[in-house]
T-cell receptor, first 115, second 107 residues
Framework: GAGVSQSPRYKVAKRGQDVALRCDPI?????LFWYQQALGQGPEFLTY????????KSGLPSDRFFAERPEGSVSTLKIQRTQQEDSAVYLC?????????????FGDGTRLSIL | QKEVEQNSGPLSVPEGAIASLNCTYS??????FFWYRQYSGKSPELIMF????GDKEDGRFTAQLNKASQYVSLLIRDSQPSDSATYLC???????FGKGTRLSVIA
């Protein structure tokens, strides 16, 4: 597609449930990033993929968060045993360069609400 | 801890005026600098990026970078009500974002 596509746009889950968020980057973009944005804050880095390799996962807040990009294109962010503090907008971005020094282009995000 | 600081605003300017948005960063080794615009409920949209000291102009937007002072700014000339949004400064890769400055352009 022309841009970064994320699904679902909205997700409501009960505390303790597992959720999976999908990101389809711009075709050919080698770098893929996940960010978490709380209300009124700037996005915060979660993890970075170069093709299928997860090169940086230092921003994942706990071991309940897991991300993968098995074929170097679509990525999935999974959150296990969700907690209320996981409620946020999850943004995916992709970039054409290795390391992402070129500008990153964001998807519309998934708004996650944990009840 | 790498930090990016922005004045949260709101910054109010009259239509047609110049809006000046400022950002400082803590990591002296930072190499790439970005300005994103974010409308309420929407995702960040790239406005400008700059890598070298000095000014970079694109239409009504000018980005200014001063690495010695660890300072980057965004000027918006002839501000329009449609420019009203939150402007996010971001540094390096992976991006470290400021909290954003809310700009309001008054018609």
């Amino acid at each position: 597609g022309a841009g970064v596509s994320q699904s679902p746009r909205y997700k409501v889950a009960k505390r303790g449930q597992d959720v999976a968020l999908r990101c389809d980057p711009i075709s050919g973009h080698v770098s893929l990033f996940w960010y978490q944005q709380a209300l009124g804050q700037g996005p915060e880095f979660l993890t970075y993929f170069q093709n299928e390799a997860q090169l940086d996962k230092s921003g994942l807040p706990s071991d309940r968060f897991f991300a993968e990009r098995p074929e170097g294109s679509v990525s999935t962010l999974k959150i296990q045993r969700t907690q209320q503090e996981d409620s946020a907008v999850y943004l995916c971005a992709s970039s054409s360069s290795v390391g992402g020094f070129q500008p990153q282009h964001f998807g519309d995000g998934t708004r996650l609400s944990i009840l | 801890q790498k930090e990016v600081e922005q004045n949260s605003g709101p910054l109010s300017v009259p239509e047609g005026a110049i809006a000046s948005l400022n950002c400082t960063y803590s990591d002296r080794g930072s190499q790439s600098f970005f300005w994103y615009r974010q409308y309420s409920g929407k995702s960040p949209e790239l406005i400008m990026f700059i890598y070298s000291n000095g000014d970079k102009e694109d239409g009504r937007f000018t980005a200014q970078l001063n690495k010695a002072s660890q300072y980057v700014s965004l000027l918006i000339r002839d501000s329009q009500p449609s420019d009203s949004a939150t402007y996010l400064c971001a540094v390096n890769t992976p991006l470290v974002f400021g909290k954003g400055t809310r700009l309001s352009v008054i018609a």
